[in-house]
């Protein structure tokens, strides 16, 4: 509750003098003596006010609806092509030239390039690296065929044997 404090008015009272000395020329009643009285100051009085009511409440009155925003077409950014992001790995080393080589052999038998055994016959686009190699082709029963092949840069070689009976 706020408070207020208000001055009162002090009654006059008679006092005896003090050591000041100090006299009060105003007379009480009518020609009495003067007297002497001491400074006093006033006495204050605290006042509490109840707050003011907040006026009766009347029916809760229910806010407008704000209205939808509204839509607004936008438009839409065109598409640049996009360029990939620049590298800044080191492009792969480059892969050694190779070619192909198919071999056919009847009766079939097992292929072997530069001595290492590649599977039976037939043989379909082996990769091999570029250059000459040495080629051949085992059977028991049969003679071994053997052959130096050149293999160049993307090319398919295309070889076909006839094994002879009498080997191994």
């Not at 404090?5 to 000395?21: E, F, H, I, R």
């Not at 006010?49 to 809760?60: F, L």
């Not at 792969?92 to 052999?105: D, F, I, K, M, S």
């Amino acid at each position: 509750m706020p408070q207020t404090q208000l001055p009162t008015a002090a009654p006059a009272v008679a006092a005896a003098p003090d050591d000041s000395g100090a006299t009060d020329d105003s007379t009480v009643g009518g020609g009495e003596t003067p007297t002497t009285q001491p400074a006093v100051s006033a006495p204050t009085q605290t006042v509490t006010q109840a707050p003011a009511q907040a006026p009766a409440q009347t029916q809760a009155e229910e806010p407008e609806p704000e209205p939808e925003p509204r839509q607004v077409p936008t438009r839409q950014p065109t598409q640049q092509p996009s360029r990939p992001p620049p590298t800044t790995q080191p492009a792969p080393a480059p892969q050694p030239a190779t070619g192909r080589l198919t071999v056919q052999a009847q009766p079939f038998g097992r292929v072997f390039v530069d001595g290492r055994d590649i599977g039976d016959s037939p043989i379909a686009n082996y990769e091999l690296p570029v250059g000459r190699h040495i080629l051949e082709i085992r059977k028991e029963g049969y003679q071994t065929v053997q052959d130096t092949v050149d293999i160049q840069v993307g090319a398919t070689l295309r070889k076909s044997y006839r094994l002879r009976q009498g080997g191994l």
